[in-house]
C-alpha cells in the first residue's frame, strides 16, 4: 500500500539554506552563470516556479525541454531543485475571457493529476530522466532527483487563487496532487503551497484548512514570515508551530519557502541596502540556531536578483541580492557569510545600521 501522508525523514545532508530563483524561461548562458553565482554562496538548495501551462501545451501532452535543461544544469553543480507547481494552462483554467493575469486554479482539480504525476515519474527518485541502471548508481549523468514538490504559491492570497482564497478548493487541488505524485514516487515530499502570514490569524486560512483534515495531504507546512525584524519573523514560525499543534501535527516539518527583506516599494521590511544587508545575515543565522528548536527544514530567501532598476513597484521586485543590473547588494556578502558561518556580530550589525522598527 502506497503511504499517502507522513512526512519523509530528512536525507542525509539535505540542503538547508536556499535561493528563491526564476530561471525556466532565461537563456541557457545566464543560467549558468547564475547557477555558478548561487552554488558560490554556499546554499544548496534553489526553488523554481514550474509553470503547468508551459509543461503541459495540450490535454495530455508535455514538453519537458526547459525543465529538463535547469535540472540537469542545477544536478552538475550540485543544487537541489524545489519546484512550485503553479500556473493552469487555460483550458483547464478558471480564468475568465479576458483576463490575462496568472493565478486562476483550474475549474476542476482533478486535472491537476496527470501532470503532476509525470513529473515526479520523470525527475523522482528513481525516476526516468536520470537514465539510472540503479538509483544514484550507473548514472549516464548527475544524479540529483527532485525529492520534493511544493503544490502552488500562497493559495491564502488572492494574487495567486484568483478566484477568491478558498481553503476547501485549494485541499481539493492539494490532496489530488498528493496522490498522484505518491503513486509515481512513493519516497517524494509534498510541500503545502506556501502560507503568507495573513494565514495565521486565529480561525485563518491555516486553521481552516487544518479543520479540513489537510493535514493527511501533505508532509511539509511551508510559510512566507515576512516581517520587518528577525524577533518578528520566528514570531511568525512560532505562530504555524502552534497552529499545526492545534491540529495534532506538532511534529510536521517546516519549510520557510520564502523570506527576506527589500530595499524598494512599499511594506514594513523595505529598508536601506545596508539594513537589509543586516538583516538578511541575521536572520539567516537565527533561523539556522533555531531550526531544530522550530521544526525547520530549509529556508530560502527572496530574492537572487531585483526585477527593477528604480524604487517603483511592488516590494518583491527589490528583494534581491543583486541589483537589476547584476551588481551584487552588501546583502549578497551578507547572505553568503550567514550561511557560511563566517559573521559572529550580524546582531550587532542590525542594531547599528538600522532603525528601531527592524530591530526587534
Known amino acids: 500500500m502506497i503511504a499517502l501522508s507522513g512526512a519523509p525523514r530528512a536525507r542525509a545532508g539535505e540542503p538547508f539554506y536556499g535561493l528563491f530563483t526564476t530561471n525556466l524561461n532565461a537563456p541557457a548562458r545566464q543560467v549558468s552563470r547564475t547557477m555558478d553565482a548561487q552554488a558560490a554562496t554556499g546554499a544548496g538548495l534553489v526553488r523554481e516556479h514550474v509553470y503547468w501551462d ?6 495530455g501532452v508535455f514538453d519537458f525541454k526547459r525543465l529538463d535543461a535547469l535540472v540537469a544544469r542545477a544536478a552538475a553543480r ?27 486554479p483550474p475549474r476542476d482539480p482533478t486535472r491537476i493529476f496527470r501532470v503532476a504525476y509525470e513529473l515526479a515519474k520523470r525527475y523522482g527518485s528513481a525516476g526516468s530522466r536520470w537514465r539510472c541502471l540503479v538509483p544514484a548508481l550507473l548514472c549516464r549523468r548527475p544524479y540529483h532527483p527532485i525529492t520534493a514538490w511544493q503544490i502552488w504559491n500562497e493559495p491564502d492570497l488572492a494574487a495567486w487563487w484568483r478566484t477568491g482564497p478558498d481553503p476547501a478548493a485549494y485541499l481539493a487541488l492539494l490532496r489530488v496532487a498528493n496522490l498522484a505524485m505518491k503513486l ?16 495565521l490569524a486565529p480561525g485563518g486560512y491555516l486553521d481552516r484548512l ?51 527583506y527589500a530595499t524598494g516599494g512599499r511594506s514594513a521590511w523595505v529598508t536601506t541596502a545596508r539594513c537589509q544587508a543586516a538583516l538578511i545575515g541575521a536572520t539567516t543565522r ?9 521544526g525547520l527544514r530549509s529556508i530560502i530567501q527572496l530574492q537572487w536578483q531585483d526585477r527593477r532598476d528604480d524604487a517603483s ?48
Not at 184 to 199: H, K, N, Y
Open 54 to 59: 508551459q509543461i503541459e501545451r495540450k490535454p
Open 78 to 104: 550540485g543544487l537541489e531543485v524545489l519546484p512550485v507547481l503553479t500556473s493552469t494552462p487555460q483550458f483547464y483554467s478558471s480564468r475568465p475571457a479576458g483576463f490575462d493575469s496568472d493565478g486562476w
Open 184 to 199: 509515481a514516487d512513493p519516497a517524494t515530499e509534498v510541500v503545502l503551497g506556501g502560507m503568507s502570514i495573513r494565514a
Open 210 to 260: 487544518y479543520a479540513l483534515g489537510a493535514a493527511r495531504s501533505f508532509d511539509t507546512l511551508a510559510l512566507h514570515p515576512y516581517a520587518a525584524s528577525v524577533g518578528a519573523v520566528v514570531a511568525h514560525v512560532r505562530a504555524a508551530r502552534r497552529i499545526a499543534a492545534a491540529h495534532g501535527d506538532a511534529d510536521v516539518p517546516i519549510r520557510l519557502t520564502e523570506y527576506g
Open 286 to 294: 537565527e533561523l539556522a540556531e533555531r531550526a531544530p528548536a522550530l
Open 313 to 360: 513597484g511592488p516590494w518583491p521586485d527589490h528583494a534581491g541580492l543583486r541589483f537589476s543590473n547584476g551588481a551584487p547588494k552588501p546583502a549578497l556578502g551578507a547572505f553568503r557569510d550567514a550561511v557560511l558561518g563566517r559573521s559572529p556580530r550580524l546582531r550587532a550589525d542590525v542594531a547599528r545600521v538600522c532603525e528601531p522598527q527592524h530591530q526587534g
